[in-house]
């Protein structure tokens, strides 16, 4: 069975620090681009960053960029997002999700739930 | 920014009736859009890609239809279990953005 699931999430405070883990499973991890989406509560959702399969092509949303970084370990099949200086509205569940066809999430993880307050 | 925006935000209806759903783009994205759907506390789900395409799975009472700016998710006729918040989503640059949803409740 394909899966992913995410750890990592915590109540944090702004200006703090996070590092969230996707562990895949049932598929070759290292063949697909991967992505992180989140949703604020009660909210829509929002594309976060992404990560081609060798790890070298990464890219951000401009809400994120230069705070977040996205990285895998194929040896590991996991999927990483390092968050820093993180923010009142950076409170989410972040999911972890897998590409199809560059670039929609044919699957996701449960998520994680981030809560950035003081 | 590709800016997607959903109609109706609400959509009451009863089983059995047919349901359509509207995405349209800020400017073009070819076919290059998607549609997911979303239980509560459950993640999304892929339904429809590349405008029409059905994801592994996904019941034929669910179709996609459109290109250029205007989309279309039509489920033909409602179960107990399509009442659910339908996000669609473009994959034609970056950064990928979703519209802000559509959601379906039992009337």
């Known amino acids: 069975e394909v899966q992913l699931l995410e750890s990592g999430g915590d109540l944090v405070q702004p200006g703090g620090s996070l590092r969230l883990s996707c562990v895949a499973s049932g598929f070759t991890f290292s063949n697909y681009d991967m992505s992180w989406v989140r949703q604020a509560p009660g909210k829509g959702l929002e594309w976060v960053s992404a990560?081609?399969?060798?790890?070298?092509?990464?890219t951000y949303a401009d809400s994120v960029k230069g705070r977040f970084t996205i990285s895998r370990d194929n040896s590991k099949n996991t999927l990483s997002l390092q968050m820093n200086s993180l923010r009142a509205e950076d409170t989410a569940i972040y999911y972890c999700?897998?590409?199809?066809?560059?670039?929609?999430?044919?699957?996701w993880g449960r998520g994680t739930l981030v809560t950035v307050s003081s | 920014e590709i800016v997607l925006t959903q109609s109706p935000a609400t959509l009451s209806l009863s089983p059995g009736e047919r349901a359509t759903l509207s995405c349209r783009a800020s400017e073009s994205v070819s076919r290059y859009l998607a549609w997911y759907q979303q239980k509560p506390g459950q993640a999304p789900r892929l339904l429809i890609y590349?405008?029409?395409n059905r994801a592994t799975g996904i019941p034929a009472r669910f179709s996609g239809s459109g290109s250029g700016t205007d989309f279309t998710l039509t489920i033909s006729s409602l179960e107990p279990e399509d009442f659910a918040v339908y996000y669609c989503?473009?994959?034609?640059?970056?950064?990928?953005?979703f519209g802000g949803g559509t959601k379906v409740e039992i009337k």
């Open positions: 989503q473009h994959r034609y640059n970056w950064p990928l953005t």
């Open positions: 990560v081609s399969t060798s790890g070298d092509g990464t």
């Open positions: 590349d405008a029409s």
């Open positions: 999700a897998k590409v199809l066809q560059h670039w929609y999430f044919d699957v």
